[in-house]
């Protein structure tokens, strides 16, 4: 059972940056791929971003290419998403993910889930 503690969210004007962490424990961390989806209010919770395990090969949605990066370092067992040049419809609920398996934007085929963080963008 993995357990995921995302934070680093909060209230920021558009054009600013975050960086958000999520801290695993509970299992090899590097045997998961690691992910972000965020849920904005009245909206199914939608993908973000995704890395594999070993961190090689990166996945983004459209609407956050060239202004998100994931990574993760696996001696921290800790994944990050550093979000910059915000935007208001950027507000959302953030969540980590793990997956036992590859890459998948589906939110239903992630296995663990974190409780979220906020992140607010004002305009």
């Known amino acids: 059972q993995v357990q995921l503690v995302e934070s680093g969210g909060g209230l920021v004007q558009a054009g600013g940056s975050l960086r958000l962490s999520c801290a695993a424990s509970?299992?090899?961390?590097?045997?998961?791929?690691m992910g972000w989806f965020r849920q904005a209010p009245g909206k199914v919770r939608e993908f973000v971003a995704a890395?594999?395990?070993?961190?090689?090969?990166?996945y983004y949605t459209d609407s956050v290419k060239g202004r998100f990066t994931i990574s993760r370092d696996n001696a921290k067992n800790t994944v990050y998403l550093q979000m910059n040049s915000l935007k208001p419809e950027d507000t959302a609920v953030y969540y980590c993910a793990a997956n036992p398996g590859g890459v998948v934007t589906n939110r239903r085929l992630w296995d663990y889930w974190g409780q979220g963080t906020q992140v607010t963008v004002s305009s």
């Open positions: 509970g299992g090899t961390f590097s045997a998961y791929v």
């Open positions: 890395i594999t395990k070993s961190g090689g090969n990166t």
